[in-house]
């Protein structure tokens, strides 16, 4: 019997984290050892208290330990604004049914790293500190990491800037040091997440499980679609981060290309891209096996059967 995947997600909720942490409780391939949080989409304190939240919606109980509130370089950047004042608008949320973790993130990533039978898999869905913090803190550590599967990046343009991606813009010097890390890595960058589309079907999809957690959901997924719609101008939000932890649920949800892929740390306006050689012009050697194609009809079937597994749960 095989077991479950062991993984660590590491977040900024952040409607598409949100989603991240349902699939990850929910899936049966995965088991969540637990969730750590970054500044991004809003400060630490929002996007920890978030966490806490959609943990008490969905009755989900996992360790949740608070990370890094600045970048490695600098200081935190202006949240967001797309998932709102709290970081997580759109929906009435219930407040935290336990206490956070003692442990810092990096400490609650070495403590779950060192205590599992197996290699464990970390999907940063965020901006990446606390996984670059966690692999200078513990060297030891790396030969117990299966993966990293992050959401982040674009082989193609940015959406913070020009061609900066927000994940790898809002702490570069930290995506540095996970490429250059030698781990096996996996990048979802913008360039399959726009395949990732809550579409009005998807959404009346998730509606049909008449569930409060389904209903929850959608209303958090239409907040999210406004502001999509308002600043990007996509009639469709995409829902980046659960795709990141979907290919290590199942490989064939992604065509992925092995690439070599670097972060630009000095460009004057391309500062926190990720430049990706598909063609081989660098003579560079591949890093990242980076996602290019969804299946899209995959992809959602998992989103929609973890939160009717978890919403059924709650009848
Ligand atoms: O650029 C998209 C990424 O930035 C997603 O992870 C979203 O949640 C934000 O963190
Ligand atoms: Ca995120």
Known sequence: MTLPTPIILDCDPGHDDAMAILLAAANPAIEL???????????????????????????????????????MAG???????????????????????????NFSAVELIADLVSNCDRKVTLI?????????????????LHDRIE??????????????????????????EAADIVLRSGLPLIMSGLNITH??????????????????????????????????????????PPVHDPVALAIIIDASVAKLVSAPVSIELTGEFTRGATVVDLH??????????????????????LMIEAIDSLGSKQK
């Open 195 to 236: 395949q990732a589309l809550a579409t009005p079907e998807i959404l009346n999809r998730i509606l049909q499980l008449d569930t409060k957690l389904a209903n929850t959901i959608v209303d958090l997924l239409k907040f999210f679609a406004d502001t999509y719609r308002d600043v990007f101008g996509m009639p469709d």
């Open 33 to 71: 050892l637990g969730i750590t949080t970054v500044s991004g989409n809003g400060s630490l304190d929002k996007v920890t208290y978030n966490a806490q939240r959609v943990c008490a919606l969905a009755n989900i109980v996992v360790p949740i330990a608070k990370g890094a509130n600045d970048p």
């Open 147 to 172: 993966h990293i599967s992050f959401m982040g990046g674009s082989t193609e343009r940015g959406n913070w800037t020009p061609y900066a991606e927000f994940n790898i813009w809002a702490d570069p």
């Open 124 to 140: 940063p869905t965020g901006p990446l500190t606390n996984i670059a913090m966690f692999l200078q803190a513990h060297p030891e």
């Open 280 to 301: 081989g012009t660098t003579g560079q050697s591949a890093n990242v096996d980076v996602a290019m194609e969804l299946d899209v009809d995959k992809f959602w079937n």
């Open 75 to 101: 200081k935190a950047s202006a949240a967001p604004t797309i998932h709102g004042v709290s970081a997580l608008d759109g929906a009435e949320l219930p407040e935290p049914t336990f206490e956070l973790s």
